[in-house]
């Protein structure tokens, strides 16, 4: 039997446990470790709470759990609870699928002013992870500002946009809904250091900012290069610059809340007295393709920012890590012998959900490749031993359907769930205590 753990339960994790169970069938038992009491990493706290169709994915993941040879193990903090280097001794592969969870630093003056957020942080708080329920953002302000110019910088526009009725089908959590419902937000500002052609911005995303209720995009029409250039791009591409075309182009409105595209732009510094009140912005142009400073530079009114520049791995004792790529050291997945890395823990924060599904079995290819024959680790045995010596109450996925039922059944109208938000409510509901 080949005994293989793997840490994180996110797309990474089951897809790679997918391709595990395609491999070897009943060959080999998988156990799926997790920090938190609750499974699917991303689909649960990344993922937009108004994109339910995205988290439809989760359904697949379900059905990997239900094999008799895969366990879920929650509430398990790797490096405090049991080590990488206990983790290798009883399985015969580790593979690290810990995602990217902490946001990038924007590395200038002033970040670390009041209301000023990453956007792991920010989307963490209104998809009720129990890191960041307590992040308590202030929407009394008129002005909000989002750095990046990637699909998490819209979807923080979006929910920042939308009026509560807006919100239907939606599992945001109670505390942001009814925070919103408050706001006194009335623009949002998306700076991007480089032009429309170098955006990480997918048409669906782009087009929802078209319809929504009082909101209105806004593209300055100098900021778009010529548009025959736009044959040189993708499909997928085109398709996007052509929703910037049409902001550009949109005749003026009288939605009340404006969300402006503010393309070659560079944030320099934060301005403010405790809390932020503006961005110092640094026009830039492109020169082969990077954003270089033109010298210009103005300000931007922000009683709110966040930034959504990118994500980094945690480090964990005894791994090879990259501090400049902030993801694990590693050759195509292969940090050490018998330990591996998948997902954006090993290629970076890029990609979609799907993407991770061809490297999960990238992945179990190589643990092939190396292990062609099993061992004699004890695998899931040993783990449960160690955690009996250490009192470590680890959740399991029969748990999870309670938390999950329970959230179910407390959920407003119109809502598939009320999440939980700390762990001691998650494992109540599991009735662990």
């Known amino acids: 039997m080949l005994h293989l753990a793997i840490i994180g339960s996110g797309p990474a994790g089951y897809y790679t446990a997918e391709a595990a169970l395609k491999r070897w069938g009943e060959e080999v038992h998988v156990d799926i470790f997790d920090l938190q009491p609750v499974p699917f990493g991303l689909i649960r706290s990344g993922v937009a709470p108004d994109h339910q169709s995205i988290k439809g994915v989760a359904k697949r993941y379900d059905a990997v759990a239900q094999a008799p040879n895969v366990r879920f193990i929650g509430k398990v903090a790797v490096g405090r609870d049991v080590s990488i280097a206990e983790l290798q001794e009883l399985y015969d592969a580790v593979v690290l699928a810990t995602g990217a969870p902490s946001d990038r630093a924007l590395g200038i003056p002033g970040e670390d002013l009041g209301n000023v957020f990453g956007s792991a942080a920010f989307v963490g708080w209104y998809n009720g992870h129990p890191h960041f329920a307590d992040l308590a953002p202030d929407f009394a302000g008129a002005h909000a500002v989002v750095i990046g110019n990637g699909n998490v910088a819209l979807d923080i526009a979006r929910i920042l946009a939308k009026v509560p009725q807006e919100f239907e089908g939606a599992d945001i959590v109670a505390h942001a809904l009814d925070a919103l419902k408050g706001s006194g937000i009335a ?247």
């Open 187 to 433: 623009s949002v500002t998306i700076l991007g250091r480089r032009g429309p052609h170098q955006i990480a911005m997918t048409p669906k995303e782009l087009g929802e900012l078209g319809s929504l209720e009082r909101a209105r995009p806004r593209v300055d029409p100098a900021d778009l290069p010529p548009e025959v250039e736009d044959a040189a791009l993708d499909p997928g591409m085109r398709k996007s610059i052509q929703h910037l075309r049409a902001f550009a182009a949109d005749t003026p409105s009288d939605k009340p809340f404006t969300i402006d595209f503010d393309f070659f732009a560079a944030p320099r510094a934060l301005i403010g007295d405790g809390s932020v009140r503006k961005v110092e912005v640094e026009r830039t142009a492109l020169v082969e393709g990077r954003a270089v400073g033109t010298g210009e530079t103005y300000q931007v009114p922000a009683d709110l920012v966040i930034a959504a520049i990118g994500y980094r791995t945690n480090p964990i004792e005894g791994v090879p890590y990259d501090t400049a790529a902030g993801r694990f050291a590693n050759e195509e997945g292969r940090i050490l012998p018998g330990l591996y890395c998948v997902g954006w823990a090993r290629r970076g924060p890029s990609g979609t959900i799907g993407t991770n599904r061809p490297d999960g079995f990238a992945i179990v290819d190589r643990i092939a490749e190396d292990f062609p024959a099993p061992g004699n680790k004890q695998g899931r045995v040993g783990f449960e031993a160690l955690a009996t010596a250490r009192g470590v109450d680890f959740v399991t996925f029969r748990d999870w359907r309670k938390i999950d039922e329970a959230e179910v059944a407390r959920a407003r109208d119109g809502a598939p769930r009320e999440k939980f938000v700390a762990f001691d409510q998650m494992l109540a509901a599991a009735g662990k205590h």
